[in-house]
């Protein structure tokens, strides 16, 4: 089905995407004030913090719920910029409206479940308030586009997308991987859909926020939303990803907005290619080698020797007639893959030899 939108229309500088930046969490009342009043001198026209902080296990900072709403009010009251949290219950729904915060979004956990999904779209139904949503943590388009659905079929429809990538098991460069081809699809199947980037969540620490905000640009993003607290090293959570407003200042004032218009691709836009390829390089190595691994301690279990010659020859022939077939030397791709077998080889006697 097609999306019945209307226009967005956040507030933006000229020069500048739309921004939409703010501590993790609403910590403490002075925590919140001190960095909105800080953001909002530099230019920031939308404030976001976490009022309820879902963990992935109990005992850590899990927000403050209702008791840091007043604080969101006040950053509205006294700075003249529109506030932001996250809502994962009809509850939060609720007590986010009863304060006047003036943007809604749903967190990628809650994306990823309909029936959650369904309750929050019920209990904005009949409400005129912008909701943007992030994509679930697993790389599903569906799943994303259906939790889109539903809230727009309770007639919420200034509706935005919020790309912060997608959890893997494996160890990565990214806290989760951006795999942009999926907000790509997203734009090809609904154009009039505002996709927003979450460089912080994406990337996981901060000396990545700075790149990744250019690549969203870059890839013709609508805008950002951006962890930024006035003192990072000490917040309560995600202080590794968090920038000070100074710092996010910079960041924005070095981004290159491309002209939309140029529809030639020029060797910029065809390296950005060979860059998302060479990360999907890497997070494929680092799936193969955890496999290697496993490898490893099925045979010290089993009181095998590590090098397994016939199988080593299998692999290098197998995959130099692939490379032949894909129009790769078979001598070049039989030495990527003699690199490849010396790591594994690495890792697997250091499984046998613990």
């Known amino acids: 089905m097609e999306l019945e939108l209307q226009p967005l229309k956040l507030p933006s500088d000229n020069e500048r995407p739309v921004v939409i930046a703010g501590p993790c969490s609403a910590e403490t009342e002075e925590q919140v004030m001190t960095t909105a009043t800080q953001l909002a001198k530099k230019g920031c026209h939308m404030f976001r913090a976490g009022v309820w902080k879902p963990r992935t296990k109990p005992g850590g900072f899990e927000g403050n719920g ?22 994962a219950t009809p509850e939060h729904v609720e007590l986010a409206l009863k304060y006047g915060i003036d943007i809604l979004w749903i967190g990628a956990r809650t994306s990823a479940n309909p029936f959650a999904m369904q309750a929050l779209a019920d209990a904005l139904r009949g409400v005129d308030v912008p909701v943007l949503v992030k994509n679930p943590i697993n790389p599903d388009l569906e799943l994303w586009i259906g939790a889109l659905e539903r809230i727009n079929q309770a007639g919420i429809k200034r509706l935005a997308a919020i790309h912060r ?19 790509i699809e997203l734009r090809r199947r609904i154009p009039s859909l505002p996709i927003l980037c979450d460089p912080s969540h994406i990337g996981g620490r901060r000396e990545l926020v700075a790149p990744l905000c250019q690549q969203a640009m870059d890839l013709g993003f609508d805008g950002l939303i951006v962890e930024s607290h006035c003192e990072p090293d000490m917040a309560w959570s995600d202080a590794a990803q968090q920038v000070t407003p100074d710092v996010l200042d910079y960041i924005l004032s070095l981004l290159v907005i491309r002209d939309e218009s140029v529809s030639t691709e020029d060797i910029r836009e065809l390296r950005k290619q060979i860059d998302e390829l060479d990360n999907q390089l890497m997070d494929l190595l680092a799936k193969r080698m955890r496999v290697c691994r496993e490898i490893g301690q099925f045979k010290k279990e089993h009181n095998m020797t590590v090098l397994q010659p016939a199988r080593y020859g299998e692999i290098l022939d197998k995959r130099g007639a692939q490379g032949s077939l894909c129009g790769m030397g078979a001598d070049f791709v039989k030495k990527v893959f003699e690199s490849v077998h010396e790591e594994s080889v690495r890792q697997q006697m250091e499984i046998i030899n613990k």
């Open 165 to 183: 990538g997608f959890s893997s098991y494996d160890k990565k460069i990214y806290r989760n991987l951006p795999m942009w081809q999926i907000p």
């Open 66 to 87: 209702e008791k840091a709403l007043p604080w969101m009010k006040r950053v509205k009251d006294e700075t003249g910029m529109l506030v932001t949290t996250e809502v």
